[in-house]
């Protein structure tokens, strides 16, 4: 078998379009004819930044020529498309991936190299498309990138924020939020399309009319117009073969304005009448599974909501004209989280108030399109909005929301006769003080398919988030499991090892990543387990390099690279890492012969910008960190860094370094995490709880090859009924106290004692909700377990092979593929 396949070269194009000239040739000149006429410059005078436009400019007539052959292509086959709603989309950079996507990485590089310009500084000068804050955003930009390359007709729909995520610096220890100006110099890939502008109404108010025929018409009078302007990315599938695109909805002010309605009837807030239009898309919402609850969100939402709907309809009517018939079978809108939901309304408004269906009609259409999908259990995330807030903003579609609950609780009645209690749960409407629009149960009512992204996470949805839809609609709930595109988190972040790979077991585990499982019987073999732990070494100097430039901070590259890297949040628990460190400087103080492996301890993560906890957890890191690096006592054994701005691009550089991966969150709380996927298919072992995806990683890699510790979901709910109490640990276990006192001194932070007291507290007094201190013990012995096997290098080598090996479950193309027989129905449109 390898006979064959390692002849093929590591380094073969992947893509054979025949109409395109590919060669170094032709990108040489296009790269050049780019300097002088698009950006006005020479040879000699262009900055690594003018090579960047040029060199992305160059690439872009590739992208649009398939563009426009994939549109005519699923316009004539009037094909039926995913159009994936998503407040957020994390796209990181895209001139790499593009080259690589086209086969062309290697010939650019080259072609550059004889222009004198080296591609690896070129890359640096793109900025990160930052239009999303986590896991969620980034699984719409893997999502994206699988569809396109399995050729199925989709198009993604969201919102060009001005500024995308906060640019995170790191000053005396402390998170300081700086604008994110992405768009400072222009953005070499995204298309302007003025021709498809879309109209949005806000606020005004609802007439009651009577029609001909004597029946109730609702006519909703606006109070402002706001223009939607589109943005289009392309989304280039690997090969090439089929250019998708991502639509970005811009505001812009209309100039209408309905002042009489303002004046007269005081409906909306004197405020109100400052509104500029142009702020709905200004900024992203820095917080990350935490719902916002503010005004501006909720126009965002329905901005982007009601502007993709009406392009979807306005493409589906050019089609088939009135003929509603058929929307169902040519349209189908993925929810990724209730941040679209807005839109199940907005569609049923369109129906009934515009198109004039009767309401049973319309509600099928809107049933058989929408589906959503669910990323959280966390109570805090999960979407509720002031009734009066929304009757203000779009009171129209109030009473609409209020018509489908008025529907949906006589079918609870029908199921459960008299329940009250069971309508008072499942009802949009939540009667609390202030009456609340749950977006969740609208959007189970209003979708025909809900999903959790992970088997244990769906489990949870089905048995803890809503048992009573479960028993009302049997079989809406499934799961689809995450994935990461092995394009963007192997091939093209982890050159050496990809080529590696690629010698041994041929070149297209890109598109079929199961193949990786063919490594399995290299595992054992001694000049494998060289050769891979080679490429970690050399992934780990590049990295060292990194941080120095980026801290100042040496590290030892022989040291075990340990890392987690993930949005802060207490749940995720990056304070049970790090009072693991202050266990391990404790142990090294009080015994200078403590036996570890080196280990260096490399952190990556914003904090929401209110979320006071979590940025003192980036602060204690920090100052921990600066004492332990400082002492030379200790020094040699262990570092701590933190790396400022995590996010796409720098993850890029560290995810290829990682020995280990930590992976620690409270089981139960973390959906599946996507980060877990990218470390272990690049060869780090995970330290990790049972939960998410870290289950179904752990069945693959066998439990041999992963370091599990800590409570279950079981036992977490089993110590929660029966009352936990942090104390118990801070009293029994010597080494807790000890750490967690430490905290209240000024030990780290000298003239400051306190500062981390919030800490300590929020992990006693404050309850420790995330049980931190029951997890203590086992983490620490887990970690003994991994420093033991790293000593063994030829185990440690074995098992960092197989976790690269077993990893093709997680491809995202599994995950469409799933996606596509379960739920969406959707045929593959090949492009010439
Ligand atoms: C979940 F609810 C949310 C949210 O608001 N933002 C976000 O990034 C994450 N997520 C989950 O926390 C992860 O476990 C999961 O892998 C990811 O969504 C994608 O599903």
Redesign the pocket.
């Known amino acids: 078998k390898s006979a064959s396949s390692s002849q093929q070269s590591a380094n073969n194009p992947v893509s054979t379009i025949p109409e395109l000239d590919l060669s170094k040739k032709a990108f040489k000149e296009a790269v050049v004819r780019h300097l002088h006429s698009t950006l006005g410059t020479d040879e000699n005078k262009a900055n690594n930044h003018a090579w960047f436009k040029a060199a992305s400019a160059a690439i872009q007539e590739l992208v649009l020529n398939r563009l426009r052959k994939t549109q005519k292509s699923h316009y004539l086959n009037d094909t039926r498309a995913v159009h994936y709603f998503s407040a957020e989309f994390l796209m990181g950079r895209l001139l790499s991936n593009n080259m690589h996507n086209f086969g062309l990485f290697e010939t650019a590089q080259a072609a550059l190299q004889e222009l004198g310009v080296d591609l690896t500084d070129v890359l640096e000068e793109e900025p990160d498309m930052a239009l999303g ?5 980034r ?1 719409a930009a893997c999502y994206i990138d699988s569809l396109a390359t399995m050729d199925y007709p989709a198009i993604g729909y969201g919102i060009h924020y001005e500024y995308g995520l906060f640019r995170q610096e790191i000053k005396n220890g402390a998170q300081i939020e700086r604008p994110d100006n992405w768009r400072d110099y222009g953005n070499p890939w995204e298309i302007c399309r003025p021709e498809s502008i879309q109209e949005i109404s806000l606020y005004g108010y609802v007439e009651t009319k009577y029609g001909k025929k004597g029946q109730i018409q609702k006519e909703w009078h606006p109070g402002a117009i706001v223009k939607g302007l589109p943005w289009d990315i392309p989304v280039v599938g690997y090969g090439g073969k089929t250019v998708n695109v991502l639509r970005l909805w811009e505001s812009q002010a209309s100039g209408y304005f309905n002042w009489d309605v303002f004046n007269a009837g005081g409906y909306v807030d004197a405020e109100r009448e400052n509104v500029e239009a142009e702020t709905i898309s200004k900024v992203l919402y820095p917080n ?2 935490t719902e916002a609850g503010k005004e501006l969100r909720l126009i965002q939402q329905y901005f982007f909501s009601a502007c993709s709907l009406k392009d979807i309809i306005r493409r589906y009517k050019r089609a088939h004209g009135d003929d509603w018939s058929r929307f169902t079978d040519q349209v189908v809108i993925q929810l990724n ?1 209730t941040h679209p939901a807005i839109a199940i309304p907005e569609l049923m408004r369109i129906l009934v108030d515009r198109a004039e269906l009767d309401w049973d009609s319309a509600w099928e259409i809107c049933q058989n399109t929408f589906a959503y999908t669910n ?2 259990l ?1 109570p805090e ?1 999960l979407e509720k909005w002031p009734a009066r807030m929304i009757e203000k903003v779009l009171p129209r579609h109030l009473e609409i929301i209020y018509e489908i609950n008025h529907r949906f609780l006589s079918e609870v009645e029908k199921k459960w006769p008299g329940d009250n209690l069971m309508k008072a749960k499942l009802s949009i409407i939540e009667e609390s003080n202030e009456k609340m629009v749950r977006m969740g149960n609208l959007s189970v009512i209003g979708a025909f398919a809900v999903n959790g ?1 992970a088997e244990i996470h769906s489990r949870l949805v089905k048995q803890n988030l809503f048992p009573e839809f479960d028993a009302l609609y049997p079989g809406k709930l499934t799961n689809v499991t ?1 994935g990461i595109t092995p394009r963007r988190w192997l091939k093209a972040c982890n050159p050496l090892l990809s080529d590696l790979i690629s010698k041994k077991i041929g070149n297209d585990w890109p598109l079929h990543l199961s193949k990786l499982d063919d490594l399995s019987t290299l595992a054992d073999n001694k000049t494998f387990q060289n050769a891979f732990m080679r490429v970690k070494q050399k992934n780990k100097d590049a990295l060292a390099k990194e941080i120095k430039q980026l801290t100042g901070i040496s590290v030892d590259t022989k040291a075990i690279f340990d890392i987690q890297i993930k ?1 802060l949040h207490e749940y995720k628990r990056q304070h049970l890492n790090l009072l693991h460190i202050l266990a391990l400087y404790r142990r090294l103080l009080e015994n200078p012969d403590y036996e570890m492996h080196p280990r260096v301890f490399i952190f990556g993560a914003k904090a929401a910008p209110g979320y006071a906890l979590a940025k003192t957890i980036i602060y204690a890191i920090n100052k921990v960190a600066d004492k332990i690096n400082a002492d030379v006592r200790v020094n040699q054994k262990i570092k701590v860094v933190f790396l400022p701005n995590y996010r796409v691009s720098l993850a890029e550089k560290m995810i290829p370094a990682a020995d280990v991966s930590q992976q620690i969150s409270t089981a139960g709380k ?5 980060g877990n996927m990218k470390l272990a298919l690049n060869g780090a072992l995970t330290i990790g709880t049972l939960d ?2 870290n289950i179904e990683i752990a069945e693959e890699v066998g439990d041999d090859n992963i370091f599990i510790f800590g409570n279950t979901v079981e036992q977490v709910e089993a110590l929660t009924a029966r009352g936990y109490n942090p104390y118990d640990y801070y009293y029994n276990n010597k080494e807790i106290k000890a750490v967690l006192d430490w905290l209240d001194s000024d030990y780290f932070t000298p003239g400051q004692p306190g500062e981390l007291s919030p800490l300590k507290q929020s992990m006693l007094d404050g309850g420790d909700p995330y049980l931190v201190l029951a997890d203590f013990e086992s983490y620490s012995e887990a970690n003994i377990r991994l420093d033991e096997a790293y000593k063994d290098k030829t185990r440690w080598a074995k098992m960092a092979i197989l976790n690269t090996a077993k990893m093709g479950k997680f491809t995202s193309d599994r995950s469409i593929e799933d996606y596509v027989s379960k739920i969406w129905k959707l045929e593959k449109c090949g492009i010439e």
Do not use: P, Q
């Not at 804050?133 to 955003?137: C, F, Q, T, V």
């Open positions: 804050n986590g896991g969620l955003g699984l990350d599974e989280d990323h959280t966390l995330a992204v995450n949005r973390e959906a599946s995490g996507t998410g995806a």
